[in-house]
């Protein structure tokens, strides 16, 4: 929790200082690999931020984000099975905030995994 206050902390010091946020939840590597970024760039991982200088010639922040935005691949069936059947085991009395995050991300992609098997009876 320290650690996210203060890179917030520095979050703000590089605004003030003229730089720029550019994307949230990129990976800063791939993004610098690419040279989307100008030198110079901080990646803030404990926020998941990445801030640039401000140059908007240089910085094409649109451009990032439609290569951020890309959809999960889909879950096969069987897979979809294996998921289910571990969704259904008897959990334990108290469940833990991560295990409650896990078990959604089980269900979603149960859900995710029914069109395809509705496409394939087509």
């Known amino acids: 929790m320290y650690l996210r206050v203060s890179q917030r902390e520095r979050a703000i010091e590089l605004a003030e200082k003229g730089f720029v946020r550019v994307a949230g939840g990129a990976e800063f590597a791939h993004l610098a690999k690419t040279r989307e970024l100008p030198a110079g760039s901080r990646h803030l991982w404990a926020i998941d931020e990445v801030w640039s200088v401000a140059d908007p010639v240089r910085v094409n922040c649109s451009r990032i984000q439609t290569k951020l935005n890309v959809e999960p691949p889909r879950v096969p ?3 979809a099975d294996d998921l289910a059947r571990m ?19 089980v269900e979603a992609d149960i859900e995710a995994a029914e069109p395809i098997e509705e496409e394939r009876a087509a």
């Open 77 to 79: 069936p069987e897979r």
């Open 87 to 105: 969704s259904a085991l008897p959990g334990a009395s108290q469940v833990t905030a991560e295990q409650r995050a896990y078990r959604g991300k």
